[in-house]
Each structure stands twice: as C-alpha cells, then as structure tokens.
C-alpha cells in the first residue's frame, strides 16, 4: 500500500511538473516562430493582455488579489491600459477607491507621527529637524509606492519563468537553439535580461557559445535597423522620391521597439 502512494506520488509530482513546463514552453515557441524584432516583447504583451483582462474582471471577486492591488495599485502604463480598456469601470473605480483608502491612511499616519514636533520646528532653529525627518520617512514612503505595481509584478514573474523555459530549451533542444540563432534579435531591454540570465543558467563554455551567437546576431540586426531608419529619413529628400521605400516605411516603429521593448505607439 505505501509502495502505491509513493508511486501515486511521484507520478502526479511528474504530471505537474510536465503542465507546468508545457504552460510556459508553448509560448516561448509560439513567440519565437513568430516573425518580429523581439520574440520575448511578444510574449510580455500577449502575457499583460491577459493580466489587465484579469484585473478588470475575475480578479475583483478574490480577497488576495484586492489586497495586492490596495498595497500596490498600478503603475502609470497600467493605468492608462486598465483605463483605455473602457471596461468594468466600476470595478476599476472600487479598486482604486480602496486602493486611496489604504495610501492615505499611511501618509496621514506618518505625519500625525510628527505633526507636533513641526510645529515646534516652525518655532525654533535648528539643523537637524524633525520636519526634514518628516519629509524623509514620506519620500521613502512615496518612492516605494512608485515602484510597485499589481501586474508588474506579475508580469516579471512570469517572464522570469520564460527565460527559465528559453535557457532550458537552449541548452537541451537542438531545433530550438537553431530557431533562437534565426532570429533578429532582441529589444536592448530582454538582449540585457538574457545576459544577465547566462550566469545563472549556463557554464562558462556555453556561456561563451549564446554570448557570442547572440551578440553576432543582435549587432547585425541593430545595423540593420539603423540602416532602415538612414533610409527612411532619406526618403524625405526630394532626390530620393522616385526610390522604393523597401523595409523602411515602418522603420520608426520598428527601431523604438527595438531600443525600448515594445511600446503602444499609433
């Protein structure tokens, strides 16, 4: 009887670890099938999609998540996608109604704290001052805030477990390493995530072999993209209006997501 748990055990552990891995492998190769300047700024924008979809809907019912979103509210992009949506206002509105409730009861609790040693400070001279205390505590306090966000953090989690999946598949999977060497690159945000990640998952020879496959191929697509760009601002001169446009006419969109990650642009 405890040799069938045991083995009960051991076959669900593998079944979870074979879900899990196929929730984030099918994305990966999904993404770097894909066409694109960056096969992980796919990933992230289909991944935040899907975050703000959550947000705005089955995520207002669950007590975890209200109080992550009271603690940690959202940052300006998310903002603006959560508002953009048009969707669920109400939902939005409660979120950011408990979200107020929470941030004011901080700052107000910090100031009371030291509200009558201020007024002491409008009285008297000195260098070292309770109010400059005060103003400390409350720009700590407000860059913490400012750091934090509900679906970035969910968002760096995940694609933290991409990168485990891109490494894993890199250095396992011959067909992969092959797709990852045919791409066009990264946008210099995930070209910095992936190096950063090569001393974590790889040993220095194979370190040595991705770095330099994937510099020669990020430097060769950049140069690519600047020419693109010299191009498309040549196509404003008169001498060049009979010249075909080629890849250039998308050239701008291309090179900002190229050096800033994908970006909402119109």
Request: proline share 2%; glycine share 4%.
């Amino acid at each position: 009887m405890e040799a069938e748990n045991v083995c009960a055990n051991v076959s669900r552990f593998l079944f979870e670890v074979f879900m899990k891995e196929q929730i984030y492998t099918i994305p990966v190769m999904d993404a770097f099938r894909e066409e694109c300047e960056c096969p992980m700024c796919l990933m992230e924008r289909k991944v935040e999609g899907e975050y703000i979809e959550y947000i705005l809907g089955a995520s207002l019912m669950e007590p975890d998540c209200r109080i992550e979103t009271n603690d940690k509210g959202f940052c300006r992009r998310h903002f603006e996608l959560l508002y953009n949506r048009q969707e669920n206002r109400l939902g939005l509105g409660l979120m950011i109604d408990t979200h107020l409730c929470e941030q004011n009861k901080k700052l107000e609790k910090i100031f009371k704290s030291r509200v009558s040693s201020i007024e002491k400070d409008a009285r008297v001279s000195l260098k070292q001052t309770e109010t400059e205390k005060l103003v400390n505590k409350l720009v700590s306090e407000l860059k913490n805030l400012q750091s934090k966000c509900t679906i970035c953090s969910k968002l760096d989690y995940t694609m933290d477990r991409y990168i485990d999946v891109i490494f894993h598949l890199w250095s396992k999977e011959e067909e992969f390493r092959k797709l990852f060497n045919s791409k066009k690159g990264f946008c210099l945000k995930h070209l910095e995530q992936l190096l950063d990640a090569t001393k974590k998952y790889l040993s220095p020879k194979e370190a040595a072999i991705f770095v330099n496959n994937l510099l020669c191929m990020q430097l060769c697509n950049m140069d690519r993209i600047q020419k693109d760009v010299n191009w498309f601002t040549k196509k404003f001169d008169y001498r060049y209006n009979d010249a075909p446009w080629g890849d250039s006419k998308d050239a701008l969109l291309r090179s900002i997501q190229k050096l800033a990650g994908f970006c909402e642009l119109k």
